[in-house]
């Protein structure tokens, strides 16, 4: 399935309805648009430095030839408002993919994982945010520094439906929550200091003929689970045919790995509740 | 010389074993030209979970209660292995069998 590389520059959005080997070629295209747009924006901070050049031909003409000053300060001026115009759209062109790489680099190592076990036959849903959509939460004064404030928002940014060749219907969303904080230091300066959490949820509804009653391996689960060192669980729900498990990881680098373990430790004990219900009937 | 109709009976899979069912072990990712006796169980990228298919009653106690054997390792057999990949109704459904 093409991406629409100009729709993925200027919405920030990707969304797909296929089977996972797609998605994960998508992905592939992300990743080839991404350096197609630093080629974009490289070459546009050289056309900044020519109409830079062009400023300073405008100036030197404006002092050395009497005749042409008007011609050289219109030049002159000229050149510095392209050059500024141009440095500015060179900075923002695809800015959100570069800024959200590791949002796609994150669903590409998910789904390469993931497709080992999907269902080829069944399509994945997947929507995931490539630009900033926060929403925000609130905003309140933050009395700890000079004329602090601090601003709370939250951005639902992945979230991905699909089926695994057991039957089991697997649903994930990762929600950032983003903590911005503004004060003045001691010495007078404006600063901004902002502080992201990620929040990963996973549902697997299972065929209950299959795995049986999964409530018995509540305990085994909370004891076994295993998650990198910043990620810590959030909430765990062992229903009779569905499990649902919420994490935290604090730091964005663990969240492919906490992604992955999260399943495995979900599906060691769907395993072990598999086997038991193998021997039962 | 492998028969025309072929499949390949060893465990694949991440998560959970699947029957791979390649037509040829010639070139396959998994076993790597049958040289894996069982690439599910073999596999050494599940990160923290080295001992991905072993259960220790003593962390399972519900499990152990619910087989009828709590207090007592939750040693499985081969069968039990079985069952992961082949789901019963698939036994049922088909109808060549016995």
Known sequence: ?281 | MIPSDWTCPRRIGFLFPHPCGRSSPVGCPECQNGQIEDPYAQRTDREGYDNYGDYDSADWPGAASAAGAPGEPLDFTEADGENLVKPEEEFEGDLTES
Not at chain 1, 44 to 57: E, H, K, N, S
Not at chain 1, 79 to 100: D, E, P, Q
Not at chain 1, 175 to 202: A, D, M, Q
């Open chain 1, 1 to 281: 399935m093409a991406i629409e590389v100009e729709k993925l520059r200027t919405g920030g959005v990707y969304e797909a309805q296929a089977p996972l080997g797609s998605v994960l070629a998508d992905v592939g295209e992300i990743d080839k648009a991404e350096q197609q747009f630093a080629r974009v924006r490289k070459s546009r901070v050289g056309r900044g430095f020519l109409c830079l050049g062009a400023a300073v031909l405008g100036i030197l003409v404006a002092v050395f030839a009497e005749a042409l000053i008007l011609v050289g300060v219109l030049l002159a001026i000229g050149g510095v408002i392209c050059a500024v115009m141009v440095w500015i759209s060179a900075y923002r062109y695809g800015r959100n993919l570069k800024t959200y790489r590791w949002r796609f680099e994150l669903l590409g190592r998910l789904g390469a994982s993931l497709e080992q076990d999907s269902d080829p036959k069944a399509p994945v849903t997947v929507s995931m945010g490539l630009k900033d959509r926060g929403r925000l939460l609130k905003e309140e004064i933050w009395p700890a520094r000079k004329r602090g404030k601090q601003r709370f928002s939250e951005d639902d940014w992945l979230a991905i439906e699909g089926r695994f060749q057991d039957g089991t219907q697997f649903t994930e969303t990762v929600r950032e929550l983003i903590r911005r904080r503004t004060y003045v230091n001691p010495r007078g300066k404006s600063k901004v200091k902002c502080r992201s959490w990620h929040f990963i949820s996973i549902r697997l509804s299972c065929p209950k003929d299959l795995y049986g009653e999964l409530r018995p391996l509540e305990e085994g689960l909370k004891k076994t689970l295993r998650l990198p060192a910043s990620a810590t669980v959030r909430g765990l729900k062992v229903g009779g045919k569905a499990v649902a498990l919420k994490v935290r990881v604090d730091q964005a680098a663990e969240l492919p790995q906490a992604n992955v373990m999260m399943y495995l430790g979900l599906y060691r004990a769907l395993n072990l509740a598999r086997q038991l219900q193998g021997r039962q009937k």
